[in-house]
């Protein structure tokens, strides 16, 4: 840490001891001594053998696992039946600057967001606040090259509902323009009222950006569980994935990785980018972006409360995600079906006190290959 202290804390500040304690979980991921999950084949004898997840944040493989599961539990949240919006609010690279400078952090914006858009739409559908929009919304610290660049992006109904009478209010049409003035507005009075800002500051960032501050909207076309899915997933997968990663230099001691830097508006072809940089620097910022230990990342506004809890309560009595999560990241079969014969593998837990047993059970009796274990005395996989 002494290397943090001298390079990053003046650019970064003080990094947590639960940041750290995150750090060394990371370092364990993967090892049996802690215990895996060891499936079998009653008949064939072969074996997968699942190391426990780290749980570490930091993680990009056990905590993309558990990201899927809250997909998941996203589009049980929301309504198939409803149609929606994805709604991107922006601010300017300027006002990100101060924010990273001023260490303030902007997950206020969650809470800011969603009633902006409430607002505008009872305004516009000119009703009560009997109505409201079903809202789920996240901020993301990071842009796309692991910059500071703050933006909140939200699943909201297109039509209002009032939740005592279940009538539906349809909103025909959204101004996109006037939004981006209310998002404008709403966010320098915030940082006004908290003294974050000063009034130069606050008239500075009205004129200079006469337009608002950006507001994309983009319509999720269908009506299916699917297509609900892959928008809650990709909005909950957030900040890195490591198949981003494309080249570790041990000798250089850096990192390389493709990001997604800029998105056509009408073909919506994508264009991608390199960015190398020093390890240590990729790892002060991922600690940097790591959300605060017990923050809640995924928020509920609207209608969707009540579902969010009913939603959280049927996942908690599911089993481990491990396997739906393999099949849908790399569209493969379910890895728990044996490769030989294809049924189910019967599942137990090896916990850390005979861990090393099993392990070395597994070396010597058995032998690797696809990434599962064959008795030496069976035949090798198709």
């Known amino acids: 840490m002494t290397g943090y202290a001298k390079n990053f804390e003046t650019k970064f500040g003080k990094i947590d001891q639960w940041k750290i304690h995150e750090a060394k979980k990371l370092l364990t991921c993967g090892q049996f001594g802690r215990g895996f999950q060891w499936h079998e084949c009653e008949s064939c004898k072969v074996v997968l053998a699942v190391p426990f997840s780290c749980k570490s944040r930091l993680c990009l493989s056990c905590y993309r696992k558990r990201l899927f599961g809250w997909s998941i539990h996203l589009s049980k949240v929301l309504n198939p039946a409803l149609l929606h919006f994805h709604v991107v609010f922006t601010m300017p690279g300027q006002l990100a600057d101060l924010l990273f400078k001023r260490k303030i952090n902007p997950r206020f914006l969650n809470l800011l967001s969603a009633r902006v858009y409430a607002k505008r739409q009872r305004a516009t559908a000119q009703v009560n606040e009997n109505f409201k929009p079903g809202v789920l919304s996240t901020v993301h610290l990071a842009g796309n090259s692991l910059n500071f660049n703050p933006h909140v992006h939200t699943i909201a109904t297109r039509d209002l509902v009032d939740p005592k009478t279940g009538e539906i209010k349809e909103v025909n049409f959204m101004p996109y323009q006037t939004i981006r003035y209310d998002w404008q507005r709403a966010v320098c009075r915030y940082l006004r009222r908290r003294q974050i800002i000063s009034k130069d500051e606050y008239d500075f960032f009205l004129k200079k950006y006469a337009k608002g501050f950006h507001v994309y909207f983009q319509k999720i076309s269908g009506e299916s569980d699917d297509v609900i899915f892959k928008t809650a997933q990709y909005i909950a997968f957030g900040l890195f994935h490591n198949s981003q990663i494309e080249n570790v230099d041990d000798e250089r001691n850096t990192l390389t990785f493709r990001f997604k830097s800029h998105v056509d508006t009408q073909s919506r072809e994508k264009t991608f980018s390199k960015m190398t940089m020093p390890i240590h620097e990729f790892m002060a910022r991922m600690l940097f972006f790591l959300p605060d230990r017990h923050e809640k990342s995924i928020r509920y506004y609207g209608i969707y409360v ?77």
């Open 306 to 382: 009540r579902p969010a809890k009913t939603a959280a309560i049927e996942q908690a009595e599911k089993s481990s995600l491990w396997a739906e999560g393999i099949k849908s990241s790399f569209d493969a079969p379910n890895p728990t079906a044996c490769p030989l014969c294809q049924r189910n593998m019967r599942t137990f837990a090896i916990f850390a006190r005979d861990a090393l047993r099993f392990e070395k059970r597994l070396r010597t009796k058995y032998f690797l290959a696809d990434g599962y274990f064959f008795l030496k005395s069976t035949r090798a996989p198709p």
